[in-house]
């Protein structure tokens, strides 16, 4: 037997309970991972909630882990029983201490990673990379609004846009926020609870605006942002803390300024075996090289996801958060 976080009704973080299982042999093509540490995302409360449905229920929780190899199914050549490996994509059910996934979906990892560094960072950082890197490819100089600074993936992003020589401004919640963003490389920050966001992106940029808008927020944020981009700009649309936007009226786009958007994932990025081991190359060559450093800043107990759930939804943590099964 083995254990697993799963939910039968969606709803708040109560309907998550710890149950014994028994572990799914890996299939054609699949692996199993012994799980060392798990990372929690938003997303996993997207599902809780029903914002996203989960395939089956009673359904497990979470896309992100790592761990060790314990089992290999048929057909699969490049993961062996003993690989330190990680992953960031479905199926649901990384909240557990075995979890049996596709092993397309496995990355093994170097040795310079560490497990709670990966189970912090692999959903988050490949995020990053596709968004500063494919859905715009930044190349240093231009200004960017990126919302949710200090958060998991807001934390990368200060950091890898500063690498790049790109003026992040991040937008954050608290001054202890606003000073952890500019720590991590945030050219400026603003506090989208207290002031006009717009207004200060237009002081900040001298008129000028932003190049592109990378906005998580959603409901609450997604207007303004367009109002913070310069003609032509790019609206990233690409989570939902606040909320999923809808009713959108396609004219908005050419009212303020011939604008365009995307609404990206992970895996619409992350599709094929051979563009996830490019990302991750990338995004492993960033933490090797110190450039990115991943803020494991708060661990909880697997049995505890819901706990750690209620924090992350409360905006009360920064960095990352990891479950240790
Ligand atoms: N599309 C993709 O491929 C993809 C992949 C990964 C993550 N994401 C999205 O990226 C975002 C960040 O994910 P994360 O796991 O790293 O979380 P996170 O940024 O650590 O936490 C979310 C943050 O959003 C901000 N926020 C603003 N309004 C909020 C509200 N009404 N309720 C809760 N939080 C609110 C809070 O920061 P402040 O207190 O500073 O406002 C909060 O700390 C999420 O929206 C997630 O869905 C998308």
Redesign the pocket.
Known sequence: MSQRIQFARTGGSEVLELVDVTPAEPGQGEVRVANKAVGL???DI?FRTGLYPAPSMPSGLGTEGAGVVDAVGEGVTHIQVGDRVAYAQGPLGAYSELHTLPAAKVVKLPDFVDFETAAASM??GL?VQYLLRQTYELQGGETILF????????SIACQWAKSLGVKLIG????QE?ADLAMANGAWATIN?SEENVVDRVRELTNGDMCDVVYD???K?TWEMSLDCLKPRGLMVS?????GPVDGVNIGILNQKGALYVTR???NGYADTRERLEKMCEEFFAMIESGKVKIDIANRYPLAEAGKAQDA????K?TGSTILLP
């Open positions: 995302n938003f997303i997207y959903l988050k995020t919302h949710a600074a200090a958060g998991g993936v807001g937008t954050v919640s608290s926020k989208y998580s927020v959603g609450d690409f989570g939902n803390a606040s990206p994932s992970l992350l939804q409360s905006r943590t």
